[in-house]
């Protein structure tokens, strides 16, 4: 492997990069970087194509810094880039990244600011400048900046570039650059637009390709989930709970829905936050640098306000629609899964939108997984045992010492399990509550189980078999079915959990249930199946939970079976998240 020394870099850079403690160049770098200071062809061009976090910004800007006269006030080098953020951005980074090149001055320029501050700063003499096209535009028209001797021109994620419509901007802006300039156009993916781009303003330029075209980041995981429509915001919301450390962005289509949904989930006390293009520059601010901060968990966004988002750990990007190009689902994936950590993209899809899952699937050239929105109980589990290693975790805060005492007389009668029950069920009883009589929100599912929710015959059985016993869902089906002698379609939501399981019948298969279950060893165990209170319906109580009323006495029909079906988990409230920070 190279090493920046190998790529022929001068020392003032290679000194900036051991401080910045970058120890290998990246494969873009490698390629890039050697090709653009070969004085041999000094003109030229270069497609690079790869993905967001790959370092790409090192791979043109090093070169940059090398090959202009720091010398000279003349504006040498534009880079072209979609947003503010990225300008910003790109300008920080080659202010590191030049901090030994005596001389040199990089100025961002952008709409949202003063323009005449900007102009300001160019006049002093800015040897590089790094703008958005639509102020870069502005300021050629107002002649408040000079281009016309630029010996470099980056047009920095180029496919975005397009997607914001900036095509106009950019090819007239290039109309006030030399001919004779080399032109590096870095992009993430390479839609026709892109590819027209490189005809029309390139010399035969030099393809670099990192990875596979349009392919999407290794490091990234793809899922989708199947929902109706009307359940999209529940699904989301048990995505969440189902990732207490959560740590995302939430793509909608449009800047009305983005701010919904964002409203949404404040009010159910996450720590949500939207951006869009309907709120002022100032108010875009404050959400991201709350998102770069954690306190903002959910970041729902649109895809243009997304564009400049570059924050190292998302742990999960969630599509809460899906965009309307395919291009667009490797950018929001993009944002996930960078600088060596892994990441997961969550698609919620309609039945409908499966085709479109596919299509994907052949872009990014990776497989979907399709999982299931998890069940309330799950969730329930999850969140609990995240609250028990939180707790593990916390370091103790001294200044209780001194309550300890009355604290202990309070608790004298009560033995360390019952005080765990308590402290535990302080958190927990809100989530359990909220989601005790939740529904399956898994299209596939309810429709293989539609007795279960849209008829009342169902029953909804527990049994002291689980996971612990080698069991998934499909393990337990089968065995059910088999012990029982029943159909494919006849033993449904089948939910397994540690020690014990879930699962449904035709309530006219009650008494066969119990009976066969009467007289049978698992394990040398002694096999036990029971009637849940919860009339067929959402999930089984979980064991030890609190007031477990198992019947299990199957000609007692005293139970009410009546209220099924009206209880609508998503008018309940939603336990409150406690705030972090
Ligand atoms: P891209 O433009 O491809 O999305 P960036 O240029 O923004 O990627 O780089 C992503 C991150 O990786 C930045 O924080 C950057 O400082 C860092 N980085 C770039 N090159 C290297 C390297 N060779 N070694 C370590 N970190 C690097
Ligand atoms: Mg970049």
Redesign the pocket.
Known sequence: MNTFQDLGLNNDLLQAISD???????E??EKAIPTLLNKENEEQDLVAL?????????AFGFPMLQKINVDSRTTQGLILSPTRELCL?ITN?LKLYGKYCKGLNVVAIYGGASINEQAKDIKRGAQIVVATPGRMKDMIGRKLVDISKIEYAVL?EADEMLNMGFYEDITSILSHTPKDKSTWLFSATMPKEVASIAKEFMHSPMEITVGAKNVGSEQVSHEYYVVNGRQRYLALKRLADMNPDIFSVVFCRTKRDTQKVAEKLIEDGYNAGALHGDLSQNQRDLVMKAFRNKQIQMLVATDVAARGI?V?DITHVINYQLPDEIETYTHRSGRTG??GKTGVSMVIVTKSELRRIKSIERKIQKEFVKKDIPSGIEICEVQLMSLANKIHNTEINHKIDGYLDSINQLFEDTSKDELIKKFFSVEFTRFHNYYKDSKDLNLEAKHSSERDTSNENSTRFFINVGKKDGFNWMELKDMLRDVLQLGKEDVFKVDVMGTFSFFNTESSQEKKVLETFNNIEYNGRKVKVEITEDKGKGKGRKRGGGGKRRRNNSSNKSFDRSSKGRRSSSRASRPRRSRRK
Not at 50 to 58: E, L
């Open positions: 910045l403690g970058f120890e290998t160049p990246s873009v770098q790869a993905q967001t976090g790959t370092g790409k910004t090192a951005q980074e920095d570059d190292d960078r600088a």
